[in-house]
């Protein structure tokens, strides 16, 4: 029992610590073809012959959804995080991130990457998982639950999901994480949501915010 508590207060702690340093999503293998981190929240769309982008996203995105998505087209983060009452942008769109501190002290880092296609295993859910496991070793699949974030649809109406994994830890003294994360294998995407606050009070009203407000961008070919 103590060697799991210890296990999860390091990855609350590292988690705390990538959402304050900007950690970057890469590749665990170094043979595997190098991931680059340089992209556009809502990039150049590329035709996809006989791929009807319009009627995915209209529909919600499950993870055993991901192989309908045009193949290398990457998913994007809204920004409207940036229009909200308390919160303010300190960052935007710098190779692939963007930040928002709101009044209460909490930080969010919203990033995208491309070229993701070797973190793809089966399906999207299992490439999540593996991505959170690259990212600190001690987090077990045990630790992360389904959650869903906004999918398209239009500003501030009833709208598609698409499913995520959540990654939270009970809060420390001075400091409260959260985590929503998804690797697209198909689209060669990840989008990665990082909440940091200090305590838990406000990370639940961060994370209500970060539902409603940051919406994912469905590719649009």
Not at 44 to 72: C, K, N, R, S, Y
Not at 171 to 177: N, R, S
Not at 187 to 197: E, G, M, R, W
């Amino acid at each position: 029992m103590k060697a799991h508590a210890l296990a999860g207060l390091r990855a609350g702690s590292l988690l705390a610590a990538a959402a304050l340093t900007g950690c970057s999503v890469g590749v665990p293998d170094p043979a595997a073809p190098k991931v680059e981190q340089t992209v556009t929240a809502l990039a150049t769309p590329t035709i996809t012959p006989g791929h009807d982008a319009e009627a995915v996203a209209a529909q919600d995105m499950p993870f055993a959804a991901g192989g309908t998505l045009a193949a290398g087209v990457p998913v994007g983060i809204s920004d409207g995080l940036k229009d909200v009452p308390g919160w303010k942008p300190v960052k935007q769109n710098v190779a692939g991130e963007s930040q928002y501190l709101k009044a209460d002290g909490c930080l969010v880092a919203a990033k995208v990457r491309t070229k993701q296609s070797p973190l793809a295993l089966s399906d999207d859910k299992e490439s999540t998982v593996g991505l959170f496991a690259y990212l600190d070793p001690s987090i077990l699949p045990g630790y992360l639950k389904t959650s869903t974030l906004r999918w398209g649809g239009e500003r501030d109406k009833p709208g598609p999901t698409a499913e995520v994994l959540l990654l939270e830890r009970p809060a420390l003294p001075g400091a409260a994480t959260a985590v929503l994360a998804r690797v697209f294998g198909t689209a060669a995407s990840s989008v990665y949501i990082s909440v940091a606050c200090p305590d838990a009070g406000t990370l639940g009203a961060a994370q209500a915010d970060v539902v409603a407000h940051l919406v994912l961008v469905p590719p649009a070919n």
